[in-house]
Nanobody, 122 residues
Framework: QVQLVESGGGLVQAGGSLRLSCAAS?????????MGWFRQALGKEREFVAA?????LTYYAASVTERFTISRDNTKNYLQMNSLKPEDTAVYFC?????????????????WGQGTPVTVSS
């Protein structure tokens, strides 16, 4: 049974930092294995944040480039978020799947965590 468990969300002031973690279990290894982060703000659609391939290759949404960093350690992945802005406020979801393209498309991912809320105050 595949499980993704996020942690690390919380309340932070604008300009601050948070580190999200996602622990995955039950995922069979494949070179096309990708772990990603999406977020959904209140009243908005879920949007892509970042993704990392098993090889370590990373992809970012334009809105978070140079502020967020995704990394991986075996079956855990991390999203380091710096210089946070109020518009980063959302529920952040960890996702995993086997894909070679469309990293920014949520339907391309097979597995999802429950989400962890991030609130950035101004």
């Amino acid at each position: 049974q595949v499980q993704l468990v996020e942690s690390g969300g919380g309340l932070v002031q604008a300009g601050g930092s948070l580190r999200l973690s996602c622990a995955a279990s039950g995922l069979p290894f494949s070179s096309s294995y990708v772990m990603g982060w999406f977020r959904q703000a209140l009243g908005k659609e879920r949007e892509f944040v970042a993704a990392i391939r098993w090889s370590g290759l990373t992809y970012y949404a334009a809105s978070v480039t140079e502020r967020f960093t995704i990394s991986r350690d075996n079956t855990k992945n991390y999203l380091q978020m710096n210089s946070l802005k109020p518009e980063d406020t959302a529920v952040y979801f960890c996702a995993a799947g086997y894909l070679n393209r469309d990293y920014g498309r949520d339907s391309a991912y097979n597995y999802w965590g429950q989400g962890t809320p991030v609130t950035v105050s101004s």
